[in-house]
Every structure is written in structure tokens, then in C-alpha cells.
């Protein structure tokens, strides 16, 4: 991690001069490289290698690779960016197994939403991921209404319900734009939520959600929090967060299973 903060520096420096981009996650580093000689970059890497740490490094350059669960194209210097599916097997498989809640899944299902529309350049691949993402719900036992609810709620979070079906690319550059500043504001505040646990001043209550309006449930207990502790040197909506969590909602199998006793040995 050291040697690749070095690196990472020393990238970032070249780069932001020549208005690249650059990525990374743990150990794997993704940057641009605009310059058509590829000699050129291959000197510049390795100058890093044999300068500042004797470490061993696999490097890829093309005008197509595949970063994490992203494919990054290189079209006639325009950078294009889709989901990647490692398999056709994986492509339609949930993350979640038995035992997880249904607002589980219909997190999981709008934050894949969100990472469709910010990872697809294109409006045709946001188009078919958003089909794939679909079909795999449904394949996978959730029900027409569950999906076009979820599906609904995510168009509508920027009052952009016709960009569901629509082929206007200026349309879906604006609606792009808007997720990533949904982002960047996501971000904020988990820095603020760490700052709040970090001084103590977070509290995590759960609670059982089988149906009805969770989020009037929580709108409720937020403005009871308030009006009762707003003059509290500590629990005021100022000096400490609540977060509510609901637990899970127990399926079929875990209501109708019996658990196996343990055998006692005397």
C-alpha cells in the first residue's frame, strides 16, 4: 500500500498535466494515456519501477480493457464505459441468498440501478443493463410489481419518468449528471456519519419490518426524536445522528423449519 501511494503520486502528477484520467482500487491502478506512443508510457513505467521500489507489476495497454466490473473502451479518443458480465451464469444471479429482508433487495436492486446509469457512457448499454437487471429479478422470484415499483422509484427521484423509454442521449447525459451529484452528496454525509461515530454520537437502532409505510415510520420517529430532545446538551439533532435500520424478514424455509436440537452429552 505504501509503494503504490508512491506510485500514485507520481502518476497523478504526470497525468494532471495532461488532463487524464485515473482510478484506483487496492492494488490494481487504471489511468489514460492520450499519447499514441506506446513506447513512450512503457519508458514512463517502468523509470517508476526501477526508481522508487524493485517490485514486480502486470501491465495491460489497449484501447480496451476491462477495469473491476467496468469495460472501458477507447472510440476514436472518446472514453465509453458499459457494465461487464464476467459470465452469462453470473450475469442473472442475485448477490443475496435466504435470509435477507426485502428492502435488502430492493436496496441492492436500486444501488445496481445507480451503478448501471453512472458505469453506462452510452444510453443503448444503460438500455440493456437495465433490461438484464430486470430479467434477473424475475428469474429469480420477485414478482412484475416488486420490479416495476423499484424500478418506477428510481426514474422518479429526478421527476424522469419518460427517460425510462427514452432514445434522447442529451436526455440521459442530464440524467447522469444528476446521479452523480446524488453521489458526491452520498459521500458526504458517510464522512459525516464516520465523524458522528468516530466522537460517539451515533446511535443505530433496528426494528422488525414485515409491511407498510417504512419511510413514514422513520419521517415520524425522526420528528419525535427532535421535538423531544432538541434542547438535549447531547441527544439533539445537532450533536447526534440516528440511524434506523430494519432486520430481517424471515422467509418461508426460516418460519417453517424446525431447528435441529443439539444433542446433549451427559
Request: proline share 2%.
Amino acid at each position: 500500500t505504501i509503494y503504490l501511494f508512491v506510485w500514485e503520486s507520481r502518476i497523478t502528477k504526470e497525468l494532471r498535466s495532461k488532463n487524464e484520467l485515473f482510478g484506483r482500487y487496492k492494488d490494481q491502478i487504471f489511468f489514460t494515456w492520450n499519447n499514441s506512443n506506446e513506447k513512450e508510457l512503457c519508458r514512463f513505467l517502468q523509470t517508476l519501477q526501477d526508481k522508487d521500489f524493485p517490485i514486480q507489476f502486470q501491465q495491460r495497454i489497449a484501447s480496451t480493457v476491462r477495469f473491476l466490473n467496468v469495460h472501458i473502451d477507447n472510440l476514436k479518443g472518446e472514453l465509453s464505459t458499459r457494465i461487464y458480465h464476467q459470465s452469462m451464469m453470473g450475469k442473472y444471479s442475485l448477490p443475496y441468498v435466504v435470509g435477507h429482508s426485502k428492502q435488502a433487495h430492493s436496496d441492492w436492486f436500486r444501488s445496481a440501478l445507480i451503478r448501471a446509469v453512472c458505469c453506462s457512457s452510452s444510453l443503448d448499454d444503460f438500455h440493456l443493463e437495465l433490461v438484464t437487471l430486470e430479467l434477473t429479478c424475475l428469474t429469480n422470484g420477485y414478482s412484475l410489481q416488486f420490479v416495476e415499483t423499484q424500478v418506477e422509484h428510481f426514474f422518479g427521484y429526478f421527476h424522469a419518468h419518460e427517460m425510462r423509454y427514452s432514445k434522447d442521449p442529451t436526455m440521459y447525459d442530464r440524467f447522469r449528471k444528476n446521479w452523480f451529484s446524488y453521489m458526491t452528496m452520498q459521500y458526504q454525509l458517510t464522512e459525516k456519519l464516520h465523524q458522528f461515530n468516530d466522537k460517539g454520537q451515533l446511535i443505530q437502532l433496528n426494528y422488525h419490518y414485515e409491511q407498510g409505510p417504512r419511510c413514514e415510520f422513520n419521517e415520524q420517529f425522526h420528528r419525535l426524536w427532535s421535538h423531544y430532545f432538541h434542547q438535549h446538551p447531547t441527544l439533539s439533532k445537532e450533536k447526534t445522528k440516528v440511524l434506523l435500520t430494519s432486520k430481517q424478514q424471515y422467509s418461508l424455509n426460516t418460519l417453517l423449519a424446525e431447528e435441529k436440537p443439539a444433542n446433549l452429552i451427559q
